[in-house]
Nanobody, 121 residues
């Protein structure tokens, strides 16, 4: 069984910062790209940031310059540092990862359970 467990969400005032963490656990042979998505009420889930195993990153235009994604491959953990938060960043943030559980298995995409981020104005 593979689990992605997020932590670090909460309530913050506009202009503040939060750091999200997501740890992958279980039977993991190879952990590939990891990322963060978010879903606000009444909206579709959208990509926030993604980081490849080698460290290359990609960000949504709305968070460029404010959010930073990073990972610790030894700990199977991905982070999202969120600075200069805005009320429009309010959403449930989901961790996502592509991984293989064995040499012979195909990569499978996994989701975390989500963590709420609320930014007050």
């Amino acid at each position: 069984q593979v689990q992605l467990v997020e932590s670090g969400g909460g309530l913050v005032q506009a202009g503040g910062s939060l750091r999200l963490s997501c740890a992958a656990s279980g039977t993991i042979f190879n952990l590939g790209a990891m990322g963060w998505y978010r879903q606000a009420p009444g909206k579709q889930r959208e990509l926030v940031a993604v980081i490849a195993k080698g460290g290359s990153t990609n960000y949504a235009e709305s968070v460029k310059g404010r959010f930073t994604i990073s990972r610790d491959n030894a700990q199977n953990t991905v982070y999202l540092q969120m600075n200069s938060l805005k009320p429009e960043d309010t959403a449930v943030y989901y961790c996502n990862a592509d991984l293989k559980i064995s040499f012979y298995s195909a990569p499978v995409n996994y989701w975390g359970q989500g963590t709420q981020v609320t930014v007050s104005s």
